[in-house]
């Protein structure tokens, strides 16, 4: 029986009754399906996990170098010349674009990585083997008898979390490349020569509804499963109703039926959006958690006094790990990220990555990796349109901070400051972040280059990953200048006068034209 056959037999109606019988009784991420295959080399077991087909399905524990190697998004660097001449500048444009999603996992990455593995097997571990009788029982409890539902397994071992951080600083990315690390959905049919018909779904990966509210959630869990079973399932259309208690009891039915091993609540800040209703939602996640079903929330700050400081349940996540993600500092890991970044200069000249110019993108950036890679990205845009010897300079990189980023210096500076206070109370969650992708979008469709170059390695892949990002407001400001940059090209022969004459009218340091024109060097050039 192929995989085909097994996926839509699982919905037909003889094969229901099997299933019940056995147990008693929509902003989606989408990941991939495999065939179950148990063991092997790269799938020792652990004892404690050995003899539970969801866990024997799961891929081997992976080491740092193993997750870094697979979960890093580098794309291969390229050739800016061709049959003995230069790529023209709209070409090296291009390969620009193929940074845009550049990812090296760091020491944070690493730690997470290792917490969600954590989640995902214990969780599977206390629900005890899904083919034994106490599964059977826990879910004939569900809906009815809470405490014999609580009398097989310990509420103290779940192993959900919560996970807050700053806009920009690759929560989001992420996560997202730490499920795709894990195949969503497993089918088996026959374990150790039982019978055992499942779709086990690893992981599911929402956003919180944007109002906060339970209902809101509920659709996108019911859509979640939906997606991951390929429109072979009618969950949402079934399940959703006025009945808060009654979509909770589906909602973990589902989860016991179709062995979920986490699910993944993005965005979880928007709680805040409840008018004074937040304590609903939490409420029920907490039920969902005491039904031995690992919730992790991802979210910023704001979200903090609608968990810690309301429910202990989320307190006790804190075992697993920081609840915050750090605040990239201007270390040794930043330099690694910064070294790792610069192998993609696409400009005539491959400018030396010095400590000066790892403390500009730091300060410029106010350390966030996304602002620091279309920073990056921008500055060498900006060093082909100007011209001359293309050089990535520190001035270089703050004249495209101060007018790309014209209308975020403040609110940069609260985040250099750590005045976090400030942050909550006067900016808006990624607004920046998605200015800056929207001014690279933007400049690309002005543009109207058509070519189209491959960015990503055919060894990696994000799964089918569908990311939905919430639109927000442009900064007219930012278009503006953007607009004006984008027709800024310094002839090669020019005098002076002419260089600075033209980037007056183009809004552009005439520092930075005269520089880039290889009329300014750097002192450093000429010291041994």
């Known amino acids: 029986m192929n995989k085909s056959d097994l996926l839509n037999g699982f919905f037909e109606e003889n094969n229901w009754s099997e299933i019940i019988s056995e147990w008693e009784s929509f902003d989606v991420l989408i990941g991939d399906e495999e065939l179950a295959q148990y063991g092997g080399v790269d799938k020792s077991i652990l004892p404690i996990y050995a003899g539970n087909p969801f866990n024997e399905a799961l891929p081997g524990i992976l080491s740092e170098h193993q997750f870094i190697t697979r979960a890093a998004y580098l794309p291969e660097p390229h050739e800016i010349w061709l049959n003995g001449e230069i790529l023209s500048v709209e070409k090296r444009i291009q390969l620009v674009g193929t940074i845009r999603d550049f990812y090296y996992p760091l020491s944070q990455d690493i730690d997470l990585e290792s917490r969600f593995s954590s989640a995902i097997r214990h969780g599977y571990r206390n629900r005890k083997d899904p083919l034994s009788g106490p599964g059977r029982q826990l879910y004939n409890a569900l809906g009815n008898n809470k405490e014999k539902v609580r009398k097989f397994f310990s509420t103290s071992a779940v192993q959900g979390f919560v996970y807050l951080g700053v806009s920009g600083t690759g929560k989001t990315y992420t996560v997202e490349a730490i499920l795709a690390l894990y195949t969503q959905v497993i089918i088996h049919s026959n374990f150790k020569g039982r019978n055992f018909t499942r779709i086990q779904i690893v992981w ?12 809101g959630l509920c659709q996108n869990i019911f859509a979640a499963f939906d997606n991951a079973l390929g429109g072979n399932s009618n969950y949402a259309e079934m399940y959703i109703s006025k009945n808060v208690q009654q979509m909770l009891n589906n909602i973990i039915r589902l989860c016991f ?47 903090k006094p609608y968990l810690f400081d309301k429910v202990p349940v989320w307190r006790r996540g804190i075992s697993q ?36 110019i790892i403390d500009r993108l730091y300060y410029e950036s106010a350390g966030i990796y996304d602002i620091a890679v279309k920073l990056f990205m921008l500055s060498q845009i900006r060093a082909m349109r100007i011209g001359g010897k293309e050089i990535l300079s520190e001035n270089l990189l703050k004249s495209v901070s101060r007018d790309v980023l014209v209308d975020a210096q403040d609110m940069l500076k609260a985040i250099r400051d750590r005045d976090y206070e400030k942050l909550e109370r006067e900016y808006e969650d990624a607004q920046i972040i998605e200015d800056i992708n929207k001014q690279i979008d933007k400049y690309f469709v002005i543009r109207q280059i058509d070519e189209k170059m491959s960015s990503r390695n055919s060894s990696y892949s994000r799964i089918g990953i569908d990311e939905k990002r919430g639109t927000v407001k442009k900064s007219q400001r930012v278009e503006e200048v953007l607009t004006k940059q984008l027709n800024f090209v310094i002839p090669t022969v020019a005098t002076l006068p002419e260089i600075v004459k033209r980037a007056m009218r183009h809004q552009v340091s005439p520092h930075d034209a005269l520089q880039n024109s290889g009329f300014i060097k750097n002192i450093s050039e000429f010291l041994d």
């Open 321 to 356: 790990g920081p609840p915050y993600r750090e605040h990239p500092i201007n270390d040794a890991e930043w330099e690694v990220f910064c070294n790792a970044l610069w192998q993609y200069q696409y400009t005539i000249t491959n400018t030396s990555l010095t400590k000066p």
């Open 257 to 303: 039926r179709h062995g979920v091993g986490v699910i993944v609540i993005d965005e979880i800040q928007r709680l805040q959006n409840a008018y004074g209703k937040s304590g609903e939602l939490v409420e029920f996640l907490v039920e969902l958690i005491n039904h031995m079903i690992p919730i992790v929330l991802i979210g910023t700050p704001r979200a």
């Open 204 to 215: 599911l990966k929402i956003d919180c509804a944007y109002d906060g509210s339970v209902t």
